[in-house]
């Protein structure tokens, strides 16, 4: 998707870590951490939010990304966050979970 950020890094237009990657989603670490650790597992397909889900397979693999990615980062005591849509706090506008730990 065109001017997307997360599609952006994903196709290596901008530059970011990719930390984990696998067939389904990516994650990276947030630009502007509200924790610790604050990591963002993003879907490589283009879903605007979590109101654009019609496969929830997509969120039980997101969910299996998180447990391996804080396995990886030694994360065990952490927050899961979805803001959806923009008056929720929704910013970008490509589905993410939120990973937060202190
Ligand atoms: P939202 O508010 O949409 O749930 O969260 C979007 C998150 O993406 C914010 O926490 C923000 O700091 C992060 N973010 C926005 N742009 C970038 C970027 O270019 N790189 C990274 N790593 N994070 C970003
Ligand atoms: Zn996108």
Do not use: W
């Not at 509200?34 to 993003?42: C, G, N, R």
């Not at 396995?71 to 929720?88: S, V």
């Not at 970008?92 to 939120?98: A, E, F, P, S």
């Amino acid at each position: 998707m065109e001017n997307c950020i997360f599609c952006k890094i994903l196709n290596k237009e901008i530059p970011s870590k990719i930390i984990y990657e696998d067939e389904t989603c990516f994650a990276i670490n947030d630009i502007n951490p509200k924790a610790k650790k604050h990591i963002l597992v993003i879907p490589k397909k283009h879903i605007e939010s979590l109101n654009e889900v019609d496969d929830f397979d997509l969120i039980k693999k997101m969910f299996e990304a998180i447990k391996k990615i804080n396995k990886q980062e030694n994360i065990t005591h952490f927050r899961t966050q979805i803001n959806t849509g923009k008056l929720a706090g929704q910013e970008v506008m490509h589905l993410h979970i939120h990973i937060l730990s202190n």
